[in-house]
T-cell receptor, first 115, second 115 residues
Framework: GNSVTQMEGPVTLSEEAFLTINCTYT??????LFWYVQYPGEGLQLLLK?????DKGSNKGFEATYRKETTSFHLEKGSVQVSDSAVYFC??????????????FGKGTKLSVIP | NAGVTQTPKFQVLKTGQSMTLQCAQD?????MYWYRQDPGMGLRLIYY???????DKGEVPNGYNVSRLNKREFSLRLESAAPSQTSVYFC??????????????FGDGTRLSIL
């Protein structure tokens, strides 16, 4: 079946540090890949997505590249801010067909950025 | 722009009580979902509705029922609550049915405790 594995947290960084959160997946074919962010007390928000191999998703200074050869979709940001403190979820949606409605999530990585 | 609205935001139940969690979306989305979020587990799909008039089981449907009341509303019912159902419940919706590129939009969650 489909699965998503992301690095376990929590991750604590100083402001302006470089961020990488690793995400690898198992799925058949070419799933769509997503990063969601959850701020304290809120629901999940889409951060970025990529729908085919070598696509780069980007938003708010965050980037992730869909790497089919390594089945990875690592999240990066060059300079984090305190406001980036949140839980980040990697997720995949399979290609159309049975189960295509079902997002499969990683367990989440909590990021804390200190001034 | 409300997006996905869940009620209530918090609830405490006793074991054996019943309860319905309400969800409504104003984005004219076809598909709606119910997830539960538990520490260290990510989000797990309980039930989903690909379109008005249809519902299907997700990964963890036992102990729950759902109703797609109309295109806007999708409710989740606990008939006889158990402590194992203590969790944060999220409702989500998405656009084109079966299109894996479409992101899901989440409500702010219902925090449910069962004593």
């Amino acid at each position: 079946g489909n699965s998503v594995t992301q690095m376990e947290g929590p991750v604590t960084l100083s402001e302006e540090a470089f961020l990488t959160i690793n995400c690898t997946y198992t799925a058949t074919g070419y799933p769509s890949l997503f990063w969601y962010v959850q701020y304290p007390g809120e629901g999940l928000q889409l951060l970025l997505k990529a729908t085919k191999a070598d696509d780069k998703g980007s938003n708010k200074g965050f980037e992730a590249t869909y790497r089919k050869e390594t089945t990875s979709f690592h999240l990066e940001k060059g300079s984090v801010q305190v406001s980036d403190s949140a839980v980040y979820f990697c997720a995949l949606s399979p290609i159309s067909g049975a189960g295509s409605y079902q997002l499969t999530f990683g367990k989440g990585t909590k990021l804390s950025v200190i001034p | 722009n409300a997006g996905v609205t869940q009620t209530p935001k918090f609830q405490v139940l006793k074991t054996g009580q019943s309860m319905t969690l309400q969800c409504a979306q104003d984005m004219n989305h076809n598909s709606m979902y119910w997830y539960r979020q538990d520490p260290g587990m990510g989000l797990r799909l309980i039930y989903y509705s690909a379109s008005e008039g249809t519902t299907d089981k997700g990964e963890v449907p036992n102990g729950y029922n759902v109703s797609r009341l109309n295109k806007r509303e999708f409710s989740l019912r606990l008939e006889s609550a158990a402590p194992s159902q203590t969790s944060v419940y999220f409702c989500a919706s998405s656009g084109d049915s079966g299109n894996s590129n479409q992101p899901q939009h989440f409500g702010d969650g219902t925090r449910l405790s069962i004593l």
